[in-house]
């Protein structure tokens, strides 16, 4: 018999081994968790197709805030449910908005523990769901959403979001966005762009997260899933623009346009579980077809073994629990 000189096999002979030569480690650092407020709520409430995510309550959202800096996340992204929409999403450059009341409650909570972060964009606060201002046409007019998206930062920064993730994908958002802020003396707020957010199926639940009234799609803005270059063209143009950090959305199913970006990308680059991910490992778990800690787990790191610096999940404080647990690795 020939024995093999060469044995890959001998990293791997025991956890002590695995762990030293682990390339990709997790970090409850690195994890960031979506959070939904919805107004007028009185306690949390269940999302039908997110099992264990809720729509928060104001009180609610500040104590899993709180939970989660304990943890040791990197921080929370909030999301607005308002009762009223309307044509323009007057709701979102309400001080008084939900998003934006929640803000000013979640920073005075935890804002020295992680960071606090708002979603940018119109979706949530349009009665016609889309991400921006519709035209007489139908069509979302890019240049008219753009002066929305300025507004929208500068009373978001105003509430003490310290970071804005700019979710729209309008061209030149980024651009408008960073002047805007900085004309107005918000020179240390963190700009998030979603710089490669395709037009996926994977949005699904998300949708009854935030009772989306959004009737059609947004292929028209958002990125075509059979386009790899472009999404790294978008990373880049965002680069071009100042932006702080730049994201991948969904994660799992771009693992190639994140490596991509990765490969390219100067600044932090972050990818987002998106709802649909969640909900397909929660309902083959449900159903005992996988091992659902090992399966969150793996999704994760796949994550971050593709390039990703940070990964928003709403897995993110339970993850983070499991990890402090045994030990961040």
């Not at 682990?22 to 407020?37: K, Q, Y």
């Not at 016609?128 to 753009?146: E, I, K, P, R, Y």
């Not at 623009?241 to 969904?250: L, N, R």
Request: charged content about 25%; aromatic content about 6%; overall charge negative.
């Amino acid at each position: 018999m020939i024995s093999p000189v060469i044995r890959p096999r001998r990293l791997r002979a025991n956890p002590a081994l695995r762990r030293l030569a682990s390339e990709t480690r997790l970090h409850p650092a690195d994890l960031v968790l979506p959070m939904f407020i919805r107004e007028g709520a009185a306690e949390p409430l269940p999302i039908r197709s997110m099992p264990g995510v809720v729509q928060h309550s104001l009180d609610s959202a500040r104590r899993a805030a709180a939970d989660a800096a304990a943890a040791g996340i990197g921080g929370v992204m909030l999301f607005g449910v308002p009762l009223v929409r309307d044509a323009v999403g007057s709701g979102a450059t309400d001080p008084d908005g939900i998003l934006n009341v929640a803000t000013r409650a979640i920073a005075d909570e935890v804002g020295d523990a992680l960071v606090v972060q708002t979603d940018l964009c119109l979706d949530e606060f349009t009665d016609h769901g889309h991400c921006g201002v519709v035209s007489v046409d139908g069509s979302v007019d890019n240049d008219t959403t753009l002066e929305r998206y300025r507004e929208m930062a500068l009373v978001q920064a105003a509430s003490g979001s310290q970071l804005l993730g700019l979710s729209g994908m309008m061209d030149g958002q980024v651009a408008a966005v960073r002047d805007a802020l900085d004309g107005s003396g918000f020179v240390n707020t963190v700009v998030l762009a979603y710089s490669a957010k395709y037009a996926s199926a994977f949005y699904g639940p998300f949708r009854d997260a935030v009772e989306s009234t959004l009737e059609g799609d947004r292929r028209s803005y958002q990125l075509d899933p059979a386009n790899r270059r472009e999404g790294v063209r978008e990373a880049q143009l965002d680069i071009d623009e100042g932006a702080d950090i730049v994201m991948v959305k969904p994660a799992g199913s771009y693992l190639d346009v994140l490596a991509d970006v990765a490969a390219m990308s100067s600044i932090p680059v972050w990818a987002y579980q998106v709802s649909g991910e969640y909900a397909m490992i929660e309902a083959a778990a449900a159903n005992g077809w996988i091992d659902r800690r090992r399966a969150v787990e793996e999704s994760i790191l796949s994550i971050r073994r593709a390039g990703a610096d940070a990964v928003l999940t709403y897995w993110a404080a339970e993850l983070a629990t499991w990890l402090n647990e045994r030990g961040a690795r």
